[in-house]
């Protein structure tokens, strides 16, 4: 069998990372021409498939494409039909037909490596996606409990949309709940609640609980949101977070 086969892509409609373009393993030697797999990327030609349950789309290099054509093979038709089975498998006259060029020790072998390197790529990305969502429902019930309830979340969402804040503040903010570490995102969410509630009428402010014992960390001054988060973005934060957090609070509790 050629050392390339048909490259396997996980098709994906959330927001964790998608598994990479399966390389298959090198097939042991056979009597047939092997092309070597050239370095530089090529455009190749692809289908979407089904393995197992899992959508994914297959590449082909039109070296194998060749290689299987001069052998009188057509290997879109293999690659259907045994992404097509339920248990990827050739049917008897297919699998004659690639014994008869390769051997039917190398078919066999090369296809149970190739379902055992899907299935490891499905598996990776499956665990990915798993972590993703578990760590997402985690950060999401730490934001209710932080401002009280989903109804909350909900009615400042409203407010904002209404021009509760201006466009550059929801962009920072944003900015933080996107890229920030989960400090900085309280810090955030505890800034818009502050203004939602100020609005409303009620000047309770929310405050992160934290000690600065830094001595090189005294606050220096208030720091408003826009301010901090500027800090952030810049990379001065992590030269003394102490400090620029204990600026933050200060400038939270003056309303800024």
């Not at 498939?49 to 297959?58: K, L, P, R, T």
């Not at 082909?60 to 060749?66: G, L, N, S, T």
């Not at 299987?68 to 006259?93: C, H, M, P, R, W």
């Not at 309830?149 to 209404?162: D, I, L, N, P, Q």
Request: hydrophobic share 35%; charged share 30%; aromatic share 8%.
């Amino acid at each position: 069998m050629p050392d390339e086969t048909p490259g396997v892509e996980v098709q994906e409609e959330v927001s964790t990372e998608v598994p990479e373009v399966v390389e298959q393993e090198a097939a042991p030697e056979s009597a047939a021409e092997v092309p070597e797999v050239p370095e530089v990327a090529v455009d190749l030609e692809s289908e979407v498939m089904s393995f197992g349950d899992q959508e994914v789309e297959v590449h082909y290099d039109p070296d194998i494409v060749k290689v299987f054509s001069d052998n009188g093979l057509d290997i879109k038709q293999v690659t259907k039909e045994l992404y097509a089975s339920e248990g990827f498998t050739l049917s008897a006259d297919t699998h004659s037909k690639l014994s008869a060029v390769y051997g039917k020790g190398v078919v066999d072998s090369y296809l149970m490596g190739l379902k055992a390197h899907n299935d490891g790529i499905i598996r990776k990305h499956t665990d990915a996606q798993s972590e993703h969502e578990a760590k997402t429902a985690k950060a999401w019930s730490e934001t209710i409990e932080q401002i009280g309830s989903e109804a909350v979340w909900t009615a400042m969402e409203v407010w904002a949309e209404k021009g509760g804040v201006d466009e550059k503040y929801m962009e920072q903010f944003n900015h933080v709940m996107q890229h920030g570490d989960r400090f900085s995102q309280k810090l955030a969410i505890d800034d818009v609640l502050n203004k939602y509630r100020a609005s409303e009428g009620d000047d309770k402010l929310t405050l992160l609980q934290g000690e600065n014992t830094n001595e090189a960390g005294k606050e220096t001054g208030a720091l408003s949101y826009t301010d901090f988060i500027e800090v952030i973005r810049s990379g001065k934060y992590r030269e003394n977070p102490e400090m620029y957090d204990a600026m933050r609070r200060k400038g939270m509790s003056a309303g800024l």
